[in-house]
């Protein structure tokens, strides 16, 4: 009887380890080089490039470099390495997605060697004179503040209360770090008039207790930083959205850099409700 | 002096010549039988000049095309220029427009080109555009454009013999959804998956208002490729260059996302006509459906993934933009099937008709199947509240959703004024019908051969409501006119000739009647086609067309493929007998034979035949006539009386019967008959209950007192296990082979 319950045990067993070798035919190896950081990161791409059977991979995390085995009749490099990319790591073949990044933890942020910076296009600013040149560099001072802006509407439009504080807080550190020499006449003369108001809402939204407050005061800084932007001539179209019912009705309006209405504040619950009143360009 | 005519009038001739010359673009396209390998096996396909997709053609504004098909196929086929503004006879659909390409001939086309942009063509015979036979048309611009381009053509690849495909579909075999399942779990939505995913009364309601599994696309593809290839690469192109892509969707029946690893995408025209750029991050694009727009490479050494993944995310293609390190685009993650269901249950009536709950749907704007997207409204989540109809409005806006753009019909403008010229304007309602379980799709529940023409008037307008009422979407496609869709842009309502509407909405379509002959109108989804979804504007007092002597004659083989009949067969090779049925059936009629024969005389011989028409729109109701014939040994069991208190035929009969058989919920077949001997017999049964991914089961009941219940583990697409409890011959088990 014991035998015999030795024998169910065992047989599966035994089965198991046999598919748990997943012997791997016509094999061949080679030598990979893979991103990564830690020892969590060499279980996500050993798992990632790794199939029953077909392939496996095997990640040193101090000399970046794996050894993969592979069946050559069912598969190739390249696909084990799109998987390893797919799982947010990039390797000598293929850059992971940015979301694949963004969503490993942050132990495994590995530093992006292999990504290559962005060429601003290159075409059009050589061919511009320098003038131009000047002047992109004049508006870009301004468009850090707004890029800072949009975060901040982002925020309140997903009704995300600490994610607003945060933005807020750097919108007003770029405001401050605004050199007004730099700017044009007509921007300098209204940035004398509008920054220490700006400034002061920047603050009043990153220290506010509650999105209610932070979205009252978002109001009034989006009504002064619309004065900024019609001087501030941006490169894309800005979009001045109105929601007619917000502040008792009276309305209020905030800056997009998409025509799509997401009113930042409502978010969810009437998240589409506006309009586009203006578009500037 | 007579000589010196001749000569001036052979210079003046030999120069007009010239000029002729200089603006005729002539092709000449061969096409030929081929063996290709796709998808992993060597398969049937055309090419045309040895190639798929057809070659790539190339014309500037005002040329005129002249374009010799010489067909050295055994079978006839045809050419349609799609979207381009030609002569009713020159626009290439057998037997309607054009004459049929007999095999072993050569056809002229000529036509003068009116138009720029980015267009296609295609074969209209058939299933001959599944197997190789389309290709980009395109005319560019007089003036020269400063940016680079690249022409982009989708497509999709089954192993499967279109035909197959087709009668497979017609036949309701889930063949398709094991396929799926086998890279994405639960795409058959069996009751093991709904446990799994613990949406078992999903489900349940699914199947209690009839509906079969849920599916954004009918056909399991092994392959979908960007110009005849899994993945092209355009490695010419140097960071911080910006590119036209003209992009195509050369596919029978797959939508495709659209996604750009390297940023935004700037769409600037679509099905041929300019619009107003739009940036957006991703787009849908239908079948047949065109759009052109303009990536930029925005790093160095490096090449971008621009990815066209299939609607129901099985599989994709991509084109490499740039050369080096390869960018990836995150990809698509699998649809959550079972929100699918949920929302297709709070929307179907039980009746079968969609309830929209009053949300006016258009313009894909609100697209149900966000609640799909894992992208758009998050991963599975089962504890989040109920869904209400306080935030409709916003419930299906993916835009609203989420911080990704998708393209949609009202963000498209035209540049240019678009509105009709002053006059009189016919209004004609559509409402697009379908049904999924028999695959029957029409408009009006009729199809192009159960209607007449439909006559329209030169210098009118018509304007088109359409609403969606099946559960799928259709590329709804007008032939030799482009159409304004009628979206809030008013006098800038974009130009297009593919409207694809998703289902419960309604749109709005009009364009200026200002050609002669008859065009087609129909849903571009082949299998959609060729069952009949369309319809045929007709003008009024148009010239005879020379193509076609005997235009009756010619109407009546169009007609021909939507009347076609499929056939079924399946028989169970079981140790207590064969089990078997074999069905013939088109969009309304049926066939149907069942026969049952044991090894031995108690076991006893049966077979019953019925022939009978659908009814209705849903086609849940099947009067029917046929025979009965049975005999068995009955010293076994003797005689008995059936449930009505009548003498039991069960056992010997032989008799005409009259019957009607109405789907249930459940899809449950009650079957209720009376027979020449006055006999009555009510019967319950239900097949294929998808227990999981391979297991099926079936249960059938009568008032004879006859019960059978069966299992069956499908195998391959032909073979399945199979054993099965009946009344009569017992317990048996064998291997049930399907056709």
């Given at each position: 009887m014991r035998s015999l319950v030795n024998l169910f045990i065992s047989v599966p067993l035994f089965l198991f380890s046999l598919s748990c070798k997943g012997q791997i035919k016509n094999a061949k190896t080679l030598t990979v080089r893979v991103d990564g950081n830690c020892g969590m990161c060499e279980k996500t791409i050993e798992s990632a490039g790794s199939q029953k059977k077909v392939a496996s991979i095997d990640w040193n995390k101090d000399t970046k470099e794996a050894t993969l085995t592979f069946d050559t009749n069912k598969t190739n490099k390249d696909e084990v390495l799109k998987r390893i990319a797919l799982a947010g790591y990039d390797n000598e073949n293929f850059l992971a997605p940015d979301e694949a990044f963004a969503s490993l933890p942050s132990c495994c942020k590995y530093e992006r060697s292999r990504k290559k910076s962005t060429v601003m296009n290159q075409k059009e600013s050589s061919s511009e004179n320098m003038e131009n040149v000047k002047e992109q560099t004049k508006s870009n001072q301004l468009k850090s503040v707004f890029d800072s802006y949009f975060d901040l509407k982002n925020a309140l439009v997903k009704s995300d209360y600490k994610q607003a504080g945060d933005k807020a807080a750097d919108l007003k550190e770029k405001l401050q770090k605004i050199d007004m020499n730099k700017l044009d006449h007509a921007q300098h003369e209204v940035w004398m008039k509008i920054y220490t108001d700006l400034i002061a809402k920047a603050e009043l939204i990153a220290k506010a207790k509650n999105i209610e407050n932070q979205r009252i005061q978002f109001m009034d800084l989006s009504a002064t930083l619309y004065t900024l932007l019609k001087v501030a001539k941006p490169d894309a179209p800005i979009y001045y959205q109105h929601c007619p019912m917000y502040n008792d009705g009276k309305g209020a309006n905030w800056l997009s850099r998409e025509a799509t209405i997401k009113n930042p504040y409502y978010g969810s619950q009437m998240l589409n409700c506006g309009k586009t009143v203006e578009t500037v360009k | 002096m007579n000589y010196f005519r001749y000569i001036i009038s052979g210079i003046v001739l030999s120069f007009w010549y010239g000029l002729e010359a200089q603006k005729t673009v002539r092709y000449d396209l061969f096409v030929r039988d081929t063996l290709v390998n796709f998808g992993g096996k060597e398969k049937k396909a055309y090419a045309v000049n040895g190639r798929i997709p057809m070659p790539e053609l190339h014309f500037t504004e005002g040329d005129t095309a002249e374009i010799y098909i010489h067909n050295e196929l055994r079978t006839e086929t045809s050419v349609h220029w799609h979207g381009l503004i030609l002569p009713n006879e020159q626009d290439g659909v057998p037997y309607l427009t054009t004459a049929p390409i007999k095999a072993g001939t050569i056809h002229r086309y000529k036509f003068a080109l009116v138009q720029n942009g980015t267009y296609w063509y295609h074969s209209h015979t058939k299933l001959q555009e599944q197997v190789g036979m389309y290709g980009a048309f395109i005319i560019h611009k007089k003036e020269k454009q400063d940016l680079p381009e690249y022409t982009m053509i989708l497509s999709d690849w089954t192993n499967m013999k279109p035909f197959e495909v087709h009668r497979r579909l017609h036949n309701a075999n889930d063949w398709s959804a094991i396929k799926k399942a086998n890279i994405q779990q639960g795409a058959v939505q069996s009751y093991a998956d709904a446990i799994a995913d613990k949406s078992l009364g999903i489900k349940l309601v699914n199947e209690w208002k009839r509906m079969l599994a849920m599916d954004v696309s009918d056909v399991y593809y092994d392959r979908f490729l960007t110009n005849g290839k899994p993945e092209d690469e355009a490695a010419h192109f140097k960071a911080g260059d910006k590119v036209r892509l003209r992009i195509i969707n050369g596919s029978s029946s797959t939508y495709f996302w659209l996604k750009y690893a390297g940023g935004k995408i700037n769409v600037v025209a679509s099905d041929g006509e300019d619009v107003e750029p739009v940036e957006v991050d991703r787009l849908i694009i239908a079948v047949a459906e065109i759009y052109d727009v303009v990536v930029t490479i925005p790093r160095e050494s490096t090449a971008f993934e621009f990815l066209a993944t299939s609607e129901d995310r099985i599989r994709s293609t991509s084109l490499w933009l740039g050369s080096g390190i390869r960018q990836l685009a995150s990809p698509l993650k699998p649809l959550k099937y079972f929100e699918g269901m949920r929302m297709m249950n709070g929307m179907i009536k039980m009746d079968g008709n969609l309830d929209d709950m009053g949300m006016n749907m258009s313009l894909q704007q609100m697209d149900m199947n966000v609640v799909m997207y894992p992208e758009i409204t998050g991963h599975q989540d089962k504890n989040k509240p109920d869904h209400d109809h306080k935030g409709m409005d916003t419930q299906y806006n993916s835009n609203a959703l989420s911080d990704i753009v998708t393209l949609n019909y009202a963000m498209l403008k035209s540049p240019i004024k678009t509105t009709l010229p002053e006059a009189h304007t016919k209004t004609l309602n559509f409402k697009l019908t379908g049904n999924m379980n028999r695959y029957v799709w029409s408009m009006d529940n009729k199809t192009v051969s159960e209607t007449d023409k439909i006559v329209i008037r030169k210098g009118e307008n018509v304007r088109i409501i359409l609403y969606n009422n099946s559960m799928m979407r259709h590329p709804m496609h007008l032939h030799g006119h482009f159409f304004r869709v009628v979206n809030g842009h008013g006098e800038y309502s974009p130009l297009k000739n593919v409207l694809d509407i998703m289902p419960m909405e309604t749109d709005t379509i009009e364009f200026a009647a200002t050609e002669s002959g008859d065009?087609?109108?129909?849903?571009?989804?082949?299998?959609?086609?060729?069952?009949?979804?369309?319809?045929?504007?007709?003008?009024?007092?148009?010239?005879?067309?020379?193509?076609?002597?005997?235009?009756?004659?010619?109407?009546?083989?169009?007609?021909?493929?939507?009347?076609?009949?499929?056939?079924?067969?399946?028989?169970?090779?079981?140790?207590?007998?064969?089990?078997?049925?074999?069905?013939?059936?088109?969009?309304?009629?049926?066939?149907?034979?069942?026969?049952?024969?044991?090894?031995?005389?108690?076991?006893?011989?049966?077979?019953?035949?019925?022939?009978?028409?659908?009814?209705?729109?849903?086609?849940?109701?099947?009067?029917?006539?046929?025979?009965?014939?049975?005999?068995?040994?009955?010293?076994?069991?003797?005689?008995?009386?059936?449930?009505?208190?009548?003498?039991?035929?069960?056992?010997?009969?032989?008799?005409?019967?009259?019957?009607?058989?109405?789907?249930?919920?459940?899809?449950?077949?009650?079957?209720?008959?009376?027979?020449?001997?006055?006999?009555?017999?009510?019967?319950?049964?239900?097949?294929?209950?998808?227990?999981?991914?391979?297991?099926?089961?079936?249960l059938m009941f009568n008032s004879d007192g006859e019960y059978m219940a069966g299992l069956k583990y499908i195998l391959n697409r032909n073979f399945a296990l199979s054993t099965h409890y009946d009344s009569d011959m017992g317990p048996g088990a064998g291997i049930t082979l399907t056709y």
């Open positions: - | 065009w087609f109108f129909h849903c571009h989804i082949l299998y959609h086609m060729m069952s009949g979804m369309g319809r045929i504007f007709s003008y009024e007092g148009s010239p005879p067309n020379p193509q076609l002597p005997n235009p009756k004659k010619a109407l009546m083989k169009l007609y021909r493929d939507d009347r076609v009949f499929h056939f079924m067969f399946e028989n169970d090779f079981a140790s207590n007998g064969n089990d078997g049925e074999m069905m013939y059936q088109n969009t309304r009629w049926k066939f149907q034979t069942e026969w049952r024969l044991g090894y031995l005389t108690e076991h006893g011989y049966e077979a019953e035949a019925h022939f009978g028409r659908y009814l209705g729109k849903m086609q849940w109701l099947f009067p029917y006539i046929g025979f009965d014939w049975r005999y068995r040994d009955m010293h076994r069991d003797g005689v008995r009386q059936n449930f009505f208190g009548q003498y039991n035929t069960k056992d010997l009969r032989s008799a005409l019967c009259f019957g009607i058989q109405y789907t249930l919920p459940f899809l449950i077949i009650a079957d209720g008959r009376v027979d020449s001997d006055g006999k009555f017999r009510l019967q319950l049964m239900r097949e294929d209950i998808p227990l999981t991914k391979r297991l099926r089961s079936s």
